[in-house]
């Protein structure tokens, strides 16, 4: 978070943190977590490296931050899911809701799961205190 993190950022911090983060965007879902560099988000930015950590404490914050702001979009299917439904029309819309969200949006897909596929070691709070609920509301 910049330095002056108990303001309300300015319109130019706002855009700033949007245009680090769409970078990001691009590099972690090109090259992962582990093969992603500060570097390559700020060459992509178009900031330097120094302006990014002013914004963010260093990767990990960046793609977390990501993730989290992913969590709510990716989420929404299964919070459309109705328990009471017949569970074969309700695995099919969720399948079709969640590849249709894969085509709209690859770079955020790739994201997802690359984390995933390794575990979820960035996310796994999030998905603890989000999606487990969301799950067991909805299991019989």
């Known amino acids: 978070m910049p330095k002056d993190a108990g303001k309300k950022p300015s319109r130019i911090q706002q855009r700033n943190r949007r245009v680090i ?3 990001a965007l691009d590099v972690f879902s090109r090259h992962g977590y582990r093969g992603a560099t500060l570097d390559q988000i700020a060459t992509q930015a178009g900031l330097s490296k120094p302006n990014i950590l002013y914004y963010f ?3 990990e914050e960046i793609h977390v931050t990501l993730l989290s702001q ?7 299917p299964l919070v459309e899911l109705n328990a009471d439904g017949d569970p074969v029309e309700e695995i099919l819309g969720y399948v079709r809701r969640k590849l249709a969200m894969a085509q709209e949006f690859p770079r955020e897909s790739r994201l997802f799961a690359g984390e995933i ?3 979820a070691p960035r996310i796994r709070p999030e998905l603890e205190s989000n999606l487990k609920p969301l799950f067991m509301r909805n299991a019989p």
């Open 21 to 23: 983060l769409d970078a």
């Open 57 to 59: 404490a260093g990767k």
């Open 70 to 76: 992913l969590m709510k979009n990716w989420l929404d």
């Open 117 to 119: 596929l390794q575990g």
